[in-house]
């Protein structure tokens, strides 16, 4: 008896379990050879962890991955007090005027291409070099806050959609100040979408490439600007080393996030 | 009144039209469903939705499954409709076993619970959507809808969609659609249960209008008894899945065969008899308290020591003197059409009366009263379990 | 003494206003480093090159003339510049390709996922996540492992004999292409499983009972109700992939230039910020075009028969 299946569409389940294979297949490949004794990326010589070895006796190596984690923790963590806050502004209300204005703002760094970003900055910046003197890291901490912004503020503001007024309301009957209440009720409730939302940020600002490149100065090396460096040279097994160690790192950053926004329940 | 025709549209010849097979020789029954098993989950999870159900549903008929959430009433509609498909067992449709087809490929639609309207559609646009998808000319389909339309008088929403209209609209939407592409026999899950009291009151007897208009068989599932009882032509209600008992509403309501049906449509009394002198139907009961009343049994009794019989409330008469049995009041609740005159009898099983109001005189008991019952011939029905 | 009207409307005032103040630090931020900036940019298409770099504050629209043509050396003639046509070209090509064939891929897939029982849904969304949010860098580097001549794919054409010597793949736009469609292909599917999930699969019922079929289902019903995440995923893979960077230089190689290392060209040996910035506010044009021409489609409602 020929069974149809509701759900079913011909060819659907083999795309996808494709795409899934594909997906991860040159990940695979690529930790796989980070594990390679030979010099050559193209053939086996065995298991070794000489290439980890190597990056990690490389200071150029360790000073990018320290700046990267400088300038994505800070970021992440004005970039979410930011969000948040605006997050706060912009739910929960009947619609006001800038209301609209406000959700374009804060989503307009997703709407540029980020080599357009990256242009803009590499002049508004050469001209405030000028200005002031000053050549820190302060420019790519003000650059990569910006477009996190946006990512921050996704989880939170979803979590702040979903949570019930009523129970606000219920802590303001209790004689809770709208301090109180926020601190007491509205705060801990946010507090998953806050941490969802901080790892976001985080994870982007590790990952940008293109607007680092066109704003930083020299010295300024993020592990991914220092990485394309070094492909452009040619690849040797230490960039599957680097990649491998960066890799985990994701993997272990969006795990937690998996739980942390699954967990809304 | 608008009065439409089964076979107009959908050719009464045998063939197919668009792959939808059309019944050759429409028989007397419109559904048959035979030995019907459907399992759900394997293993331990195994549970039966179905267990061995057969029930042949007529032609132009306006029937009913009737019974509790989770009995399996909602299941056998889905295979009916094609969703879901047998364990075991055949369904025919007018002699013709459908079981294998996909629901693209049956004569049989549906109004489903929630209704399913296409939001992304307007409203004529769900109407004639099944006639488009049978490859119909588009002024047949024209002409179709704006007779659907008329019918469930929708006229004016014609063109809104349908995330723009109330739920009793919808409900009339989700008819006509369903009733568009003339289907031979039309399933409704649960079609009243999102409205409220009034509008479910008026859309039952649209429902009835319409199944008469048409001329469809209708099937119908319902947990509600009232609902059930009022519309139907017959009624099957259904146990954790099986089928107890197919009938009239009146055979349903009159004559139980099991005590869950009994228990499930309206309220009883239940009272344990011993029964003697079987025959034609009938039967002799002798009572707890020792009166003798003679009760029709159901189908399928098997004598033994001890049997139910039942009694409805407004089938008893409660009296100040000797009845067939005897009591005290224990309660007294008014309904405004009917008093309920609630009663311990000395035998220790409860019972309840229900008395119909005068304007002007009380019920004339009150709690601690001592009185009787007595019971007519033809009130009192004994159950096969 | 104030109505009870007035002291409403006074809250609702003083509310806006801690709103406003609120979200100040997030649109101030925004505006200093993403979108202000911006407007420099255009501003700077209209000045002149300086000689360093940079540029003299002198009006000219010598940048825009140079997007899309060349000025003859000796008799100062303009013909189109086909080298910059080509780039245009082939950035919106690639850019489009890439949109369709992530979508083409995408849609079965988020289809699949959205199908699964609920406790298996999770895992296939979680294997979604982590290439969503594992560094782009990364997964094309890895693309490049696998497609260059002693990749794994080169090897085992050889090893099985199909091919006698080794394909090549990376310095091509298809390896561009391949390269795009493997690290967007997440953008695409994560919104459309969004809206996949949501999909009330009873009006798929609906359809079945209605008489259509397989197809019919997909193309009337499931499509037109996944559509807003059809649309997002479309958005959010075609932008990126219009400015696409890191692809093409792992990938392209530097031969095959796309819009993006077009433009750095003109902040680095170039030395022509006018026509860098020009090409800029060009690839921001492009993008506001798309960007309305799928808000347009989006907000179309289709009107048939009634």
Not at chain 2, 333 to 355: C, K, M, N, W
Request: hydrophobic content about 50%.
């Amino acid at each position: 008896m020929a069974k149809f299946s509701i759900k079913h569409q011909p060819g659907f389940t083999a795309i996808a379990t494709t795409c899934f294979v594909v997906l991860y297949m040159p990940i695979v490949v690529l930790v796989v050879y980070a594990f390679n004794a030979a010099t050559s990326t193209s053939e086996w010589g065995g298991f070794s962890l000489k290439w980890f070895q190597s990056a990690w006796q490389n200071t150029q190596v360790i000073d990018a991955t320290l700046l990267s984690f400088q300038i994505g923790s800070v970021a992440a963590v004005l970039a979410t007090i930011a969000a948040t806050m605006a997050a706060l502004a912009t739910t929960r209300t009947a619609p006001y005027r800038g209301l609209t204005f406000k959700y374009a703002a804060i989503n307009q760094p997703l709407m540029v291409p980020e080599i357009v970003t990256g242009v803009a900055l590499l002049i508004f910046f050469s001209r405030v070099k000028i200005f002031t003197g000053y050549s820190g890291l302060g420019y790519l901490i003000a650059a990569h806050t910006a477009f996190c912004i946006p990512f921050a503020y996704l989880p939170i503001r979803a979590r702040l959609e979903n949570m019930d007024l009523t129970l606000e309301r219920a802590a303001a009957d209790l004689y809770a100040t709208p301090w109180q209440t926020f601190r007491r009720v509205t705060l801990p409730l946010l507090w998953p979408g806050i941490l969802a939302g901080l790892m976001l940020a985080f994870v982007i600002s590790l990952d940008d490439v293109v607007i680092t490149e066109f704003v930083k100065s020299g010295g300024q090396d993020t592990l991914p600007t220092y990485m394309l460096g070094q492909i452009r040279r040619g690849i040797t097994p230490e960039i599957n080393a680097i990649s491998t160690a960066f890799l985990l790192l994701s993997v272990a950053i969006v795990t937690l996030f998996f739980f942390v926004s699954r967990k809304q329940d | 009144m608008v009065t439409i025709k089964t076979g107009t549209h959908l050719p009464t010849r045998a063939g197919s039209l668009n792959g939808v097979i059309v019944p050759e020789q429409p028989g007397k029954n419109a559904i048959e469903v035979r030995g019907v098993r459907k399992v759900f989950g394997t293993g331990e999870n195994q549970v039966a939705a179905l267990d061995t159900v057969s029930v042949s549903i007529r032609e132009n008929e306006f029937f009913t499954l009737l019974g509790p959430s989770g009995c399996g009433k909602t299941t056998l509609l889905r295979l009916i409709a094609g969703f879901d498909f047998p364990t075991a067992g055949e369904i025919l449709l007018h002699g013709q076993d459908i079981a294998p087809l996909p629901p693209f490929k049956r004569p049989v639609n549906t109004v489903f619970q929630s209704y399913a309207l296409f939001p992304h559609m307007t409203v004529a646009q769900n109407i004639g959507f099944g006639l488009e998808m049978l490859g119909k000319p588009k002024a047949e389909i024209e002409a179709r809808v704006a007779q659907m339309l008329k019918l469930v008088k929708m006229e004016a929403l014609k063109a809104r969609r349908t995330s723009q209209i109330s739920g009793g609209q919808q409900q009339r939407v989700a008819l006509a659609r369903a009733l568009a592409p003339q289907p031979k026999v039309l399933l409704l899950d649960e079609p009243l249960s999102a409205l409220d009291y009034k509008l479910r009151k008026e859309m039952q007897i649209e429902l009835k209008r319409l199944q008469h208009e048409t001329g469809i068989t209708f099937i119908f599932v319902t947990h509600d008894q009232e609902e059930a009882l009022t519309m139907s032509d017959r009624i099957a209600v259904m146990s954790a899945g099986k089928i107890l008992q197919v009938g009239t509403p009146r055979d349903i309501y009159d004559k139980p065969a099991e005590r869950f049906v009994a228990d499930f449509i309206g309220e009883t009394n239940f009272l344990t008899a011993a029964v003697a002198d079987m025959g034609n139907g009938k039967a002799r009961a002798t009572l707890k308290s020792g009166a003798v009343i003679e009760a029709t049994v159901a189908d399928g009794f098997q004598p033994k020591d001890s049997a139910t019989v039942v009694v409805r409330p407004e089938h008893a008469k409660l009296v100040k003197g000797k009845g067939d049995l005897s009591g005290s009041v224990t309660n007294v609740v008014y309904f405004g059409t009917d008093t309920h005159i609630h009663v311990q009898l000395d035998s220790g099983e409860a019972f309840t009366v229900r008395q119909q109001n005068t304007r002007t005189a009380g019920c004339g008991f009150e709690v601690g009263d001592a009185v009787g019952i007595s019971i007519g011939n033809d009130a009192a029905q004994v159950l096969r379990d | 003494m104030a109505t009870a009207e007035q002291v409403a409307k006074e809250a609702e005032q003083s509310d806006v206003r801690a709103r406003w103040l609120l979200s100040a630090p997030a649109l101030l931020i925004i505006l200093v480093a993403a979108t202000g900036p911006l407007l420099i940019v255009l501003v700077y298409s209209f000045l002149t090159p300086g000689p360093y770099g940079d540029v003299k504050w002198q009006f000219s629209p010598e940048a825009w003339v140079s997007v899309f043509m060349e000025r003859d050396i000796f008799d100062d003639t303009l013909s189109l510049a086909a080298a910059h046509i080509t780039i245009f070209w082939r950035s919106i090509k690639l850019a489009v390709v890439t949109t369709i064939a992530t979508l083409a891929l995408g849609f079965p897939t988020a289809y699949f996922m959205a199908t699964r029982s609920e406790k298996t849904r999770d895992i296939w969304l979680f294997l979604i996540t982590i290439p969503f949010w594992t560094n782009l860098l990364i997964r094309t580097f890895a693309v490049l492992q696998i497609i260059r001549n002693e990749g794994i794919i080169n090897t085992l054409l050889i090893k099985a004999g199909i091919v006698s010597a080794p394909v090549q793949i990376l310095f091509t736009d298809t390896a561009i292409l391949v390269g795009m469609a493997y690290v967007y292909l997440p953008l695409m599917v994560l919104p459309i499983y969004a809206s996949m999930e949501k999909l009330d699969f009873r009006l798929v019922e609906a359809g079945y009972d209605l008489y259509a079929n397989r197809f019919q289902v997909l193309r009337r019903i499931i499509f037109p109700l996944v559509k807003p995440g059809v649309i997002a995923g479309s958005i959010l893979v075609f932008i990126p992939a219009i400015g696409a960077y890191v692809t093409p230089v792992v990938l392209g190689g530097g031969k095959n230039m796309m819009l993006s290392n077009l433009i750095e060209l003109q902040f680095g040996q170039g030395r022509n910020w006018p026509l860098g910035s020009a090409l800029s506010i060009a690839v921001m044009i492009i993008v506001m075009v798309a960007l309305l021409a799928y808000v347009r489609n989006a907000g179309r409602t289709e009107v048939r028969h009634g």
